[in-house]
């Protein structure tokens, strides 16, 4: 890994967790991603920012692979994690997003208990022997998305039946208990209030001790506060790649700059 | 006009009043009450052929569940049932009996008549047999008085019902003669008569001519009891695996969607259609056995998978993608996803288009016609197995059958098989309606 080594970026770690090269992807005729090369680094919060339909969540599903479910969307092109393909013929998705969590835009717990939300995965993926061990790794992850205190006494109630911030922090907690390295994490607060945007965003703080953390945002706001590293696509190109607070304050394209600025977008 | 010519153009504009209606808002509001009145003169028509419906079902239906019973005190001696079980003619000797005692019974009454046992036999059928068997089985009744509950033949039902009357027998039969009425007229006098609960309607099996009033339903309700069970056992999980594999695995290609496209015909396929299907290929073909269960309930099945596909796919789609996302994310495998969280939530759907599947196949009545399951069937089957394979017919095919008889008797059992159809069909809707509403999860 050394060689890949990107020096000066005040990050915690340098260690390039994934690494896309040359990527393509189709919908049909459309050519929605074009060519696109970027570094994520491991431990750190990468921010996906444009304006809408530039195709950051699209690359963004390209990473843990879920555009599979899309009938008519063909991928090209080198996605690495931990420099193994991802689109490897011998790569199974399934194990992949074991490894990859994803939490999506609009909050979309399982209509089932908050338990067997968190539970599901660590099941599936057989990753407690008993149900002491299950009940400690539900406890752990609803901790981990700061959501233990206000669902300890009821965790068998509907995951459904909690407020929309509550919602989408179990669906975090939901995504790390089944310890994944890469969250995936596509407009978490789109659909959430002020107060509970603060709340994940500090969440995602947290996390970045963990995992590495791609995050796709509207807001630039959300993206200059939580973000360590920040990528501007623009109409299907990844037009800029770099420290967030160099994007804001002194962007290289004048792309970038007029988007962030308003002036497009 | 040089004053409106100076005038800025706003000032020109007439203000509108929202009090008063204009000419358009006035054309609008009329169509929407003349929709309404439309949609509400829609309903009363229906509301009121089904009302009709219903009245005439019920009206012509229900005496198909009373029965007509002669009530009469007996007793017999030890010395008598000696006599009669040392006799040739056994069952002679009791009738005589018998109608010794009715007419004992019928003076103290005050009601004086002459009748033979032949007027005996043709108003309540081989009595001396029944009181043989009862008086052989229970021995220790001799000598203490039993009160009889013989089932009147079914003209004397319609005589009481007043649907036969004296001026419609014509010189009379072996069936009924002139005289009969006579004996039914005293007997109603003496209070021997009464109407009770025929249980027979349920129970029995289908009869000849001669015997209209003793016909029930209970043989062709267990032939389609057999079929449903065959229609169920098949149809759910091949239609249900069918619509999960076109759902959510099957890739979207001009196949599956020709695919699709043909299901959809089939559920449009006349049913008459499927029965001749079902002559060719499952008994000239596959030589299984003629007028069983077991074919009508293949060629149901054939019938029924069209709804239950359709049905299931409709639920299956109903389902939020962000639930497969959901599963799909923390690392489930398709099959995971679809059967751990899609199914769930698609129950409901899937069983109600299951149940109303079934419903239509209970009262589906022309592919029977071509198998066979038409004909005269008059015993249970005895086995299990056999409730399968024996010929058997069905309660739709039965009610035909009746509707197609002379007899009043057998017209009025086919009403009252209707009712016994409707009654299971309101009780399948009711459980898929109480299904729906109980499974329903929100999300």
């Known amino acids: ?265 | 006009m040089t004053d409106a010519a100076m005038t800025p153009p706003e000032a020109a504009r007439p203000i509108k009043s929202l009090v008063h209606e204009d000419a358009r808002t006035k054309k609008r509001n009329a169509s929407e009450r003349r929709f309404r009145a439309y949609g509400i003169g829609a309903i009363c028509t229906g509301m009121f052929f089904l009302v009709a419906l219903l009245a005439a079902i019920l009206s012509s239906g229900l005496p198909a569940f009373r029965q007509a019973v002669v009530e009469v005190p007996f007793t017999l001696t030890l010395e008598q049932y000696n006599t009669a079980e040392e006799a040739l003619l056994k069952t002679g000797i009791y009738t005589d009996y018998f109608v010794t005692s009715l007419t004992d019974t019928l003076e103290s009454e005050g009601v004086e008549i002459e009748f033979d046992e032949k007027s005996i036999e043709r108003l309540l059928g081989k009595v001396g047999g029944d009181l043989r068997a009862f008086y052989r089985a229970n021995e220790d009744q001799l000598g203490a008085p039993v009160s009889f509950e013989l089932a009147a033949a079914s003209r004397v039902d319609r005589y009481l019902k007043g649907t036969f009357e004296r001026e419609d027998l014509q010189g009379g039969n072996r069936f009924f003669m002139p005289e009969d009425f006579d004996l039914i007229d005293a007997m109603r006098e003496a209070k021997l008569i009464k109407q009770v609960f025929n249980w027979n309607f349920f129970t029995g099996v289908d009869t000849g001519v001669d015997n209209p009033g003793g016909a029930g339903i209970g043989a062709s309700v267990l032939g389609s009891f057999f079929m449903m069970l065959v229609v169920l056992v098949l149809s759910l999980p091949i239609g249900v695996g069918a619509s999960i594999y076109l759902e959510e695995f099957a890739p979207k290609n001009r196949f599956t969607d020709f695919i699709e496209v043909n299901i959809s015909n089939l559920a449009a396929v006349p049913s008459i259609v499927f029965g001749i299907l079902g002559l060719a290929v499952f008994i000239q073909f596959a030589h299984l056995p003629q007028s069983a269960p077991l074919v009508g309930g293949l060629v149901l099945t054939l019938m029924t998978l069209p709804t239950i596909i359709i049905s299931t796919r409709a639920s299956l789609k109903a389902v939020p993608p962000s639930i497969r996302d959901a599963a799909l994310g923390v690392g489930a495998s398709k099959m995971q996803a679809v059967f751990h969280h899609v199914l769930p939530l698609a129950a409901p759907g899937i069983l109600t288009g299951t149940i109303i599947g079934l419903a239509q196949a209970l009262g589906e009545t022309a592919p029977l016609l071509l198998i066979g399951m038409v004909g005269f069937v008059a015993r249970y089957p005895d086995t299990f197995v056999e409730g399968f394979i024996e010929p058997n017919s069905a309660v739709p095919a039965q009610i035909y059958n009746w509707a197609a008889r002379s007899d009043a008797v057998f017209t009025e059992k086919a009403w009252g098989g209707i009712i016994v159809l409707l009654l299971f069909l309101i009780t399948m809707n009711t459980i898929a309606v109480i299904l729906r509403r109980r499974f329903e999860r929100r999300w």
Request: aromatic fraction near 6%; glycine fraction near 8%.
């Open chain 1, 1 to 265: 890994m050394n060689d890949m080594r990107i020096l000066e970026r005040d990050v915690d770690t340098n260690d390039v967790k994934i690494a896309a090269k040359g990527v393509q992807v189709y919908y049909g005729e459309t050519h929605a991603i074009k060519d696109v090369d970027v570094e994520i680094d491991d431990k750190t919060v990468t921010a996906f920012i444009g304006p809408s339909g530039c195709g950051k969540s699209t690359f963004l599903r390209c990473i843990n692979r879920m555009n599979d479910t899309i009938d008519v969307c063909r991928v090209t092109g080198d996605i690495h994690i931990d420099g193994e393909d991802i689109y490897d013929s011998k790569v199974d998705p399934v194990q992949l997003r074991a490894k990859v969590g994803m939490v999506f835009q609009k909050p979309n717990p399982f209509p089932k208990s908050i338990y067997d939300n968190v539970a599901y995965g660590p099941r599936i993926h057989g990753l407690a022997k008993n149900k002491a061990e299950l009940d400690e790794l539900v406890e752990k992850s609803l901790r981990r998305g700061a959501i233990w205190d206000e669902v300890k006494d009821r965790l068998d109630a509907p995951g459904t039946g909690l407020s929309g911030g509550q919602q989408q922090r179990l669906c975090i907690a939901r995504a790390v208990a089944t310890e994944p390295e890469v969250l995936l994490m596509d407009e978490p607060c789109s659909a959430l209030d002020p107060i509970a945007t603060a709340q994940i965003e500090e969440l995602i703080d947290e996390l970045r001790q963990s995992y590495s953390v791609v995050i796709v945002t509207h807001s630039m706001q959300q993206a200059a506060r939580v973000s360590q590293k920040t990528a501007f696509f623009h109409l299907g190109n990844l037009v800029e790649y770099g420290e967030t607070g160099q994007i804001f304050t002194n962007p290289v394209d004048p792309r970038t700059e007029s988007y962030i600025t308003g002036r497009i977008g």
